[in-house]
T-cell receptor, first 110, second 115 residues
Framework: QKEVEQNSGPLSVPEGAIASLNCTYS??????FFWYRQYSGKSPELIMF????GDKEDGRFTAQLNKASQYVSLLIRDSQPSDSATYLC??????????FGQGTRLTINP | DAGITQSPRHKVTETGTPVTLRCHQT?????MYWYRQDPGHGLRLIHY???????DKGEVSDGYSVSRSKTEDFLLTLESATSSQTSVYFC??????????????FGPGTRLLVL
Protein backbone atom coordinates (compact mmCIF):
# COMPACT_ATOMS: atom_id res chain seq x y z
CA GLN A 1 0.00 0.00 0.00
CA LYS A 2 1.36 3.37 -1.00
CA GLU A 3 1.82 5.78 1.88
CA VAL A 4 0.19 8.72 0.13
CA GLU A 5 -2.34 8.07 -2.62
CA GLN A 6 -3.87 10.40 -5.15
CA ASN A 7 -5.98 9.78 -8.20
CA SER A 8 -3.56 10.44 -11.05
CA GLY A 9 -6.33 11.79 -13.28
CA PRO A 10 -6.47 13.52 -15.60
CA LEU A 11 -9.26 15.47 -13.93
CA SER A 12 -11.09 17.74 -16.32
CA VAL A 13 -13.13 20.66 -14.96
CA PRO A 14 -14.91 23.47 -16.83
CA GLU A 15 -13.73 27.02 -16.27
CA GLY A 16 -15.49 28.65 -13.33
CA ALA A 17 -16.40 25.36 -11.65
CA ILE A 18 -15.00 23.88 -8.44
CA ALA A 19 -12.12 21.45 -8.79
CA SER A 20 -11.85 18.87 -6.01
CA LEU A 21 -8.58 17.01 -5.45
CA ASN A 22 -8.26 14.21 -2.93
CA CYS A 23 -5.43 12.52 -1.08
CA THR A 24 -5.37 9.67 1.43
CA TYR A 25 -2.46 8.69 3.66
CA SER A 26 -1.58 5.63 5.69
CA UNK A 27 0.45 6.94 8.65
CA UNK A 28 -1.92 7.93 11.46
CA UNK A 29 0.95 9.77 13.16
CA UNK A 30 1.27 12.33 10.36
CA UNK A 31 0.76 15.87 11.59
CA UNK A 32 1.38 18.20 8.65
CA PHE A 33 -0.08 18.15 5.16
CA PHE A 34 0.90 20.13 2.12
CA TRP A 35 -0.45 20.85 -1.34
CA TYR A 36 1.96 21.75 -4.11
CA ARG A 37 1.24 22.78 -7.69
CA GLN A 38 3.58 21.79 -10.49
CA TYR A 39 3.35 23.17 -13.99
CA SER A 40 4.74 21.02 -16.79
CA GLY A 41 8.52 21.25 -16.88
CA LYS A 42 8.68 23.31 -13.69
CA SER A 43 9.40 22.64 -10.05
CA PRO A 44 6.71 22.13 -7.39
CA GLU A 45 5.52 25.26 -5.61
CA LEU A 46 3.64 25.39 -2.33
CA ILE A 47 -0.05 26.27 -2.44
CA MET A 48 -0.87 25.75 1.21
CA PHE A 49 -0.34 23.60 4.26
CA UNK A 50 -2.73 22.41 6.94
CA UNK A 51 -2.26 20.63 10.24
CA UNK A 52 -5.55 21.06 12.08
CA UNK A 53 -8.73 19.14 11.35
CA GLY A 54 -11.24 21.14 9.37
CA ASP A 55 -10.93 23.69 6.60
CA LYS A 56 -8.29 26.25 5.79
CA GLU A 57 -9.00 28.87 3.16
CA ASP A 58 -6.58 30.98 1.13
CA GLY A 59 -8.16 32.93 -1.68
CA ARG A 60 -9.74 30.52 -4.16
CA PHE A 61 -8.12 27.53 -2.45
CA THR A 62 -9.50 25.55 0.48
CA ALA A 63 -7.70 22.66 2.11
CA GLN A 64 -9.73 20.19 4.13
CA LEU A 65 -8.25 17.75 6.63
CA ASN A 66 -9.91 14.78 8.30
CA LYS A 67 -7.38 12.91 10.41
CA ALA A 68 -9.87 10.28 11.58
CA SER A 69 -10.52 9.25 7.98
CA GLN A 70 -6.93 9.96 6.94
CA TYR A 71 -7.67 12.15 3.99
CA VAL A 72 -6.86 15.65 2.92
CA SER A 73 -8.45 17.47 0.01
CA LEU A 74 -7.96 20.64 -1.97
CA LEU A 75 -10.82 22.62 -3.44
CA ILE A 76 -10.21 25.23 -6.12
CA ARG A 77 -13.14 27.59 -6.59
CA ASP A 78 -13.80 29.55 -9.77
CA SER A 79 -11.27 27.41 -11.64
CA GLN A 80 -9.18 29.22 -14.23
CA PRO A 81 -7.21 27.82 -17.19
CA SER A 82 -4.06 28.91 -15.32
CA ASP A 83 -4.94 26.34 -12.64
CA SER A 84 -4.20 23.56 -15.13
CA ALA A 85 -1.26 21.73 -13.57
CA THR A 86 -0.35 18.66 -11.56
CA TYR A 87 -1.22 18.90 -7.88
CA LEU A 88 0.94 17.05 -5.39
CA CYS A 89 -0.15 16.07 -1.91
CA UNK A 90 2.63 15.70 0.69
CA UNK A 91 2.45 14.34 4.21
CA UNK A 92 5.08 14.65 6.89
CA UNK A 93 6.79 11.46 7.96
CA UNK A 94 8.54 12.81 11.01
CA UNK A 95 12.12 14.05 11.16
CA UNK A 96 11.43 16.86 8.70
CA UNK A 97 10.66 14.44 5.86
CA UNK A 98 7.72 14.58 3.48
CA UNK A 99 6.19 11.75 1.49
CA PHE A 100 4.60 12.81 -1.79
CA GLY A 101 1.72 11.31 -3.68
CA GLN A 102 2.00 10.71 -7.41
CA GLY A 103 0.04 13.84 -8.17
CA THR A 104 -3.27 14.56 -9.88
CA ARG A 105 -3.20 16.16 -13.31
CA LEU A 106 -5.88 18.84 -13.52
CA THR A 107 -7.10 20.41 -16.74
CA ILE A 108 -9.42 23.43 -16.72
CA ASN A 109 -11.39 23.69 -19.94
CA PRO A 110 -12.30 27.21 -21.17
CA ASP B 1 11.40 31.98 -5.50
CA ALA B 2 13.44 30.74 -2.57
CA GLY B 3 17.15 31.23 -3.22
CA ILE B 4 17.91 27.78 -4.56
CA THR B 5 19.96 27.04 -7.64
CA GLN B 6 20.89 23.74 -9.21
CA SER B 7 23.70 23.02 -11.59
CA PRO B 8 23.88 21.82 -14.22
CA ARG B 9 20.30 22.29 -15.40
CA HIS B 10 20.69 19.71 -18.15
CA LYS B 11 23.21 16.92 -18.56
CA VAL B 12 23.73 14.05 -20.94
CA THR B 13 26.21 11.41 -19.87
CA GLU B 14 27.18 7.86 -20.67
CA THR B 15 26.58 4.72 -18.66
CA GLY B 16 29.33 4.04 -16.16
CA THR B 17 30.55 7.61 -15.73
CA PRO B 18 30.33 9.46 -12.41
CA VAL B 19 28.06 12.48 -12.27
CA THR B 20 27.79 15.19 -9.62
CA LEU B 21 24.83 17.52 -9.28
CA ARG B 22 25.04 20.63 -7.13
CA CYS B 23 22.41 22.38 -5.08
CA HIS B 24 23.15 25.83 -3.67
CA GLN B 25 20.93 27.82 -1.30
CA THR B 26 21.13 31.36 0.03
CA UNK B 27 18.40 30.94 2.69
CA UNK B 28 20.59 29.43 5.43
CA UNK B 29 18.03 26.63 5.88
CA UNK B 30 19.15 23.67 7.93
CA UNK B 31 17.58 20.88 5.88
CA MET B 32 18.36 19.99 2.28
CA TYR B 33 16.95 17.18 0.17
CA TRP B 34 17.51 15.43 -3.12
CA TYR B 35 14.54 13.94 -4.96
CA ARG B 36 14.07 12.29 -8.30
CA GLN B 37 10.84 12.56 -10.24
CA ASP B 38 9.78 9.95 -12.75
CA PRO B 39 6.46 9.37 -14.52
CA GLY B 40 4.27 7.07 -12.47
CA HIS B 41 6.41 7.44 -9.34
CA GLY B 42 6.07 11.03 -8.28
CA LEU B 43 8.77 12.59 -6.14
CA ARG B 44 10.98 10.10 -4.35
CA LEU B 45 13.53 11.02 -1.70
CA ILE B 46 17.10 9.99 -2.45
CA HIS B 47 19.08 11.50 0.44
CA TYR B 48 18.67 14.38 2.81
CA UNK B 49 20.83 16.45 5.12
CA UNK B 50 20.01 17.90 8.51
CA UNK B 51 23.21 19.86 8.93
CA UNK B 52 26.78 20.20 7.75
CA UNK B 53 28.23 16.70 7.39
CA UNK B 54 24.92 15.18 8.63
CA UNK B 55 23.13 13.15 6.00
CA ASP B 56 20.76 10.21 5.82
CA LYS B 57 19.28 7.92 3.19
CA GLY B 58 15.89 8.20 1.60
CA GLU B 59 13.79 5.53 -0.08
CA VAL B 60 15.83 5.29 -3.32
CA SER B 61 19.42 5.84 -2.20
CA ASP B 62 21.13 2.91 -3.95
CA GLY B 63 23.71 4.13 -6.48
CA TYR B 64 23.78 7.65 -5.02
CA SER B 65 25.96 9.40 -2.47
CA VAL B 66 25.81 12.91 -1.04
CA SER B 67 28.02 15.39 0.74
CA ARG B 68 27.43 18.62 2.59
CA SER B 69 30.56 20.45 3.66
CA LYS B 70 28.90 23.87 3.88
CA THR B 71 25.42 24.95 4.93
CA GLU B 72 24.68 26.33 1.48
CA ASP B 73 25.82 23.42 -0.70
CA PHE B 74 24.50 19.87 -1.05
CA LEU B 75 26.07 17.62 -3.67
CA LEU B 76 24.53 14.50 -5.17
CA THR B 77 26.87 12.02 -6.86
CA LEU B 78 25.90 9.16 -9.11
CA GLU B 79 28.86 6.92 -8.59
CA SER B 80 28.50 5.03 -11.89
CA ALA B 81 25.54 6.30 -13.85
CA THR B 82 23.02 3.82 -15.25
CA SER B 83 20.15 4.32 -17.67
CA SER B 84 17.69 3.77 -14.80
CA GLN B 85 19.01 6.98 -13.26
CA THR B 86 17.72 9.03 -16.18
CA SER B 87 15.34 11.36 -14.41
CA VAL B 88 14.61 14.89 -13.28
CA TYR B 89 16.40 15.67 -10.03
CA PHE B 90 15.08 18.27 -7.62
CA CYS B 91 16.80 19.80 -4.65
CA UNK B 92 14.65 21.16 -1.82
CA UNK B 93 15.29 23.03 1.41
CA UNK B 94 13.39 23.57 4.65
CA UNK B 95 13.85 25.15 8.02
CA UNK B 96 13.59 23.07 11.16
CA UNK B 97 10.40 23.02 13.16
CA UNK B 98 6.74 22.18 12.83
CA UNK B 99 3.96 23.14 10.51
CA UNK B 100 4.93 25.96 8.20
CA UNK B 101 8.62 25.44 8.98
CA UNK B 102 8.38 21.96 7.50
CA UNK B 103 7.54 23.44 4.12
CA UNK B 104 9.99 22.36 1.48
CA UNK B 105 10.99 24.79 -1.25
CA PHE B 106 12.24 23.37 -4.49
CA GLY B 107 15.01 24.30 -6.86
CA PRO B 108 14.47 24.48 -10.63
CA GLY B 109 15.56 20.88 -11.25
CA THR B 110 18.22 19.10 -13.29
CA ARG B 111 17.31 16.93 -16.27
CA LEU B 112 19.73 14.03 -16.52
CA LEU B 113 19.89 11.66 -19.46
CA VAL B 114 22.11 8.60 -19.16
CA LEU B 115 22.82 6.95 -22.50
Amino acid sequence: QKEVEQNSGPLSVPEGAIASLNCTYSDRGSQSFFWYRQYSGKSPELIMFIYSNGDKEDGRFTAQLNKASQYVSLLIRDSQPSDSATYLCAVNQGAQKLVFGQGTRLTINP
Amino acid sequence: DAGITQSPRHKVTETGTPVTLRCHQTENHRYMYWYRQDPGHGLRLIHYSYGVKDTDKGEVSDGYSVSRSKTEDFLLTLESATSSQTSVYFCAISESGFGADETQYFGPGTRLLVL
